[in-house]
């Protein structure tokens, strides 16, 4: 295969003066060994690929590097025969954009396992609209069906709902006919979040002010939690008997302030999802779900950036200051 030279966003870690990220022009000699060349059409903006851009080593142990842990684009080679070159797939989670160069590259070469059939209901623009944040709201709310809720249970508060993860846990739950309670710490986005077909918005302040509380009134069956720290745990004391808190994030803290009470009164289920390592299987009904009966259109949440835009918009992520979803659009770098 002869090698071809890219664009990518790389970030540098330049010690006592902080972390920097630039757009280089690289070749793919430089990429890591792998089964598959995909030539990058879209990616998102997630939580992780901020913190791997602003020097997190918990998520990139290793600077320079690409960061971007959703991709979509075309096959250009494969030495493994599932995949023909021309093929539209998507990557998303297991080590891309952590410490493999990720979909903040125009090239990903990855192995074959990590690769996904783009879903015949999906374009590539859609599924990376979806991305991790969204497939995570999705693997949440598979959750929460599992352990035997429904619309008519009662409602599912969300909390960090303005997010990637809690804007499309809404509309999926809204499309489903949830009542959702919804947590913001954006006074300007109530009305919007209403206008999205949420039943009632909570302010975060608010939603904490009794955190420090063993358990709490039963308010809701279920939750989906993007936060950790005092939010979960909220969210844990808060749901009524037999209820269901799916956990996924730490954008509040990873801590988790919590006694027993909910567990053993109340019998609440408490279930960690950690999307990069789902296995394909369920990775695939949860694709298919998405393209199919839980189809959304997320056009409105969405923003299009280039590389070039895309440190401003990793600045208003780790401020916390984000809405909705981030696709990065590789076809034009820069
Ligand atoms: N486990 C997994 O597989 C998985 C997959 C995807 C994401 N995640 C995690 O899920 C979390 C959300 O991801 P995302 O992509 O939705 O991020 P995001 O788009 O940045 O959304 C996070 C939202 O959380 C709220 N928030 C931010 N900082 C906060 C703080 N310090 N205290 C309380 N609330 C805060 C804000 O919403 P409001 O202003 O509306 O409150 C913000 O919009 C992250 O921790 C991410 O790492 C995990």
């Given at each position: 295969m002869k090698e071809r030279d890219f664009y990518a966003l790389v970030a540098y870690d330049g010690g006592n003066q902080g972390f920097r990220h630039e757009i280089v022009r690289k070749s793919t000699a430089e990429l890591p060994p792998g089964d598959v060349l995909i030539q990058v059409k879209y990616s998102s903006l997630n939580y992780k690929d901020a913190l791997s851009a602003s020097g997190n080593h918990g998520v990139t142990k290793h600077y320079p590097h690409t960061p971007g842990i959703d991709a979509a684009g075309r096959v250009v080679f494969s030495t493994n025969p599932t995949w023909q070159a021309g093929d539209e797939v998507l990557c998303t989670g297991y080590d891309l954009g952590m410490n493999t160069a990720g979909g903040f590259g125009q090239c990903i070469r990855v192995p074959a396992s990590w690769v996904v059939r783009k879903p015949r209901g999906l374009s590539l623009l859609e599924s990376m609209r979806i991305g991790t944040a969204g497939f995570t709201a999705a693997q949440c709310l598979l959750h929460l069906e599992q352990h035997g809720l429904g619309p008519d249970k009662g409602p599912i508060l969300v909390t960090g709902a303005t997010g990637g993860v809690g804007t499309v846990a809404l509309m999926l739950l809204h499309k489903l006919g949830y009542q959702i309670i919804a947590v913001t710490g954006k006074q300007a986005e109530h009305s919007a979040l209403l206008a999205m077909g949420v039943t009632e918005v909570l302010d975060r302040h608010e939603f904490l002010a009794d955190s420090e509380k063993q358990l709490l009134p039963a308010r809701w069956a279920g939750a989906i939690d993007t936060l950790g720290g005092k939010p979960l745990s909220v969210a844990v004391k808060g749901a009524a008997f037999d209820g269901v808190v799916t956990c996924c994030g730490n954008?509040?803290?990873?801590d988790l302030p919590l006694t027993v009470y909910p567990f053993i009164l109340r019998g609440i289920h408490l279930i960690g999802v950690y999307?990069?390592?789902?296995?394909m299987a369920k990775r695939l009904h949860i694709w298919d779900k998405l393209a199919g009966e839980w189809k959304l259109d997320l056009t409105p949440i969405c923003r299009t950036v280039q590389l070039g835009d895309l440190g401003a918009a990793i600045d208003a992520m780790l401020a916390g200051q984000s809405k909705g979803r981030w696709v990065v659009d590789l076809e034009e770098a820069v």
């Open positions: 954008a509040a803290s990873g999307s990069a390592n789902c296995p």
